[in-house]
Nanobody, 126 residues
Framework: QVQLIESGGGLVQAGGSLRLSCAASGRTFSSYAMGWFRQAPGKERIIVAAIGGNGGITSYADSVKGRFTISRDNAKNTVYLQMNSLKPEDTAVYYC???????????????????WGQGTQVTVSS
């Protein structure tokens, strides 16, 4: 069982930056691949970025490559999403998710199997 709590969302102007954090409970955090997802109003929840358990492998949606960076600190049981050069189309609720299988998280296709946080709102004004 993993409990996830996101923080760091807010309102920012286009071109600005935010860093999201996701704190996890439990003593086996490094056993979990982690992902950041987002859901805009009226749209499906989609994968934004994923990271393997030891941080050695990452993947990104094309829409955020070069702007967003996912990282983790296993000593702090926390995963981060650094978001730079934000655009209005990045506006969404951002969720972190955990799964023991990196490829399942990376695909974003097994959402009913993941552990989820409650989400944090990111709003980018133009």
């Amino acid at each position: 069982q993993v409990q996830l709590i996101e923080s760091g969302g807010g309102l920012v102007q286009a071109g600005g930056s935010l860093r999201l954090s996701c704190a996890a409970s439990g003593r086996t955090f490094s056993s979990y691949a982690m992902g950041w997802f987002r859901q805009a109003p009226g749209k499906e929840r989609i994968i934004v970025a994923a990271i393997g358990g030891n941080g050695g492998i990452t993947s990104y949606a094309d829409s955020v490559k070069g702007r967003f960076t996912i990282s983790r600190d296993n000593a702090k049981n926390t995963v981060y999403l650094q978001m730079n050069s934000l655009k209005p189309e990045d506006t969404a609720v951002y969720y972190c998710a955990a799964d023991t299988n990196y490829n399942k998280i990376r695909s974003g296709s097994y959402q009913s199997y993941y552990y989820w946080g409650q989400g944090t709102q990111v709003t980018v004004s133009s």
